[in-house]
Every structure is written in C-alpha cells, then in structure tokens.
C-alpha cells in the first residue's frame, strides 16, 4: 500500500510569490492535514480537511489556504511569501481523522524562500 | 490551552544502554497521545499511540510508552538502544474537538547514539 505522497519534495521561490503544495494520502483515507515544521517553532498544525471540507484551522494567517478533491488529494497554497515561511510543510492523512485512527504523514515539501 | 512539552531537547547515550524521553502534557480532558520518529530528511513515522485502556504502550521497535494521569506524562523508553535510534522524537496529543486531524506536538527530542 503506497504512503503519503507529496510533490515536490524541493521548492525554491523568492518573496512575493504564491506557491501550491500537493498531497496525495493514503488510499482509502479521506482526512488530510498539513502542518509546518521549522527550527524555531516547531511543528505546528496549519488545517485538516475532511469530505472537501475544512474541518480545523491553525493558527496561521490568511495567505495560507488548502483545498480537498473529491479524491482526497488535498493542495496547499501559499499566497505572497515571505522569508518566514521558508519551512517543511508536511502532510498527514488518516482513516477519518476521529476515533482510534493515528496520522500517517509524507516525507515533506522542503520550501526554500529567498 | 493545549500543550506538549518535551523537556530535553538533546539527549546522548550509549548504544545498549537503556532510554527514557520525558514527555508532559496539558489538556482538559482525556487525552489521545502519540510518539512519532523523525529521521533527517524525512516525515514523522507513528512508534505508538495512546487511546484508552492499559496504561502501559508497546510500540514498533522495542519502544514501549507509559501513560501517567496523575502526572499528566507519557514517557517513551528503550531498554537497549540501537544506532539505527538515533533520530528526532516528538510526543503529540490530539483528539481536540474530537478530531485526531490537529495534532500538537512537542518541539523534540533529539537522540544521539553513542557507540
């Protein structure tokens, strides 16, 4: 059974651009979440989405926004970077996102701001 | 508000010897608690989990976790450790709202290897 996938695993964008991160769960599993690691703050949970739908939402600032597919495949979109957002963004996906179902998580998009 | 600690950030010992990663927790209500691994380079991988029931956790890799309440801990430990442990560990507690979707994470516990 494939794990998480999440594409690309690099990326390097410079301030002010937009960019969309993909990831592609588990089969069969139709909660996916995305959290933000760096060395300063640590992971941190951005959203999870559930059915298309966002079900949490972190703490985090507008220019960051998520979507789900009918096929659980879920985009992360970061709108006019800054330096600060320079991070891995990980991806998690569960059976269902409740109950005894633990997260299994993608091996990361390494985002490099310059 | 919910949190994680995880008192050491860097921890050394030696290879065969045994391991304790201190974890604590804040949370309101009964938690759902978690021991992820990080290798450089890589994702989180799940070495077990705490739902309910036996206090006392065995997980994948001869890693084993026990869930105090009174002292709100869930410490991971290893009676021999390997090189191959040498990684990042982070304790999580989830289940707000319901959901296992929000995880919240300590900041890690880096272990060394010794040989």
């Known amino acids: 059974k494939a794990g998480v996938t999440q594409t690309p695993r690099y990326l390097i964008k410079t301030r002010g651009q937009q960019v969309t991160l993909s990831c592609s769960p588990i089969?069969?599993?139709?909660?996916v979440s995305w959290y933000q690691q760096t060395p300063g703050q640590g992971l941190q949970f951005l959203f999870e989405?559930?059915?298309?739908?966002?079900?949490n939402k972190g703490n985090f600032p507008g220019r960051f926004s998520g979507r789900q597919f009918s096929n659980s495949r879920s985009e992360m979109n970061v709108s006019t970077l800054e330096l600060g957002d320079s991070a891995l963004y990980l991806c998690a996906s569960s059976l269902d996102g409740i109950g005894n179902q633990p997260q299994h998580f993608g091996d990361g998009t390494r985002l490099s701001i310059l | 508000a919910q949190s994680v600690t995880q008192p050491d950030i860097h921890i050394t010992v030696s290879e065969g010897a045994s391991l304790e990663l201190r974890c604590n927790y804040s949370y309101g209500a009964t938690p759902y608690l978690f021991w992820y691994v990080q290798s450089p380079g890589q994702g989180l991988q799940l070495l077990l989990k705490y739902f309910s029931g036996d206090t006392l956790v065995q997980g994948i890799k001869g890693f084993e976790a026990e869930f105090k309440r009174s002292q709100s801990s869930f410490n991971l430990r290893k009676p021999s450790v390997h090189w191959s442990d040498a990684a990042e560990y982070f304790c999580?507690?989830?289940?707000?709202?319901?959901?296992?979707?929000?995880?919240?994470f300590g900041k890690g516990t880096k272990l060394s290897v010794k040989p």
């Open positions: 089969s069969g599993h139709r909660s």
């Open positions: 989405y559930f059915s298309e739908t966002q079900r």
């Open positions: 999580a507690v989830g289940g707000y709202g319901g959901s296992q979707g929000n995880l919240i």
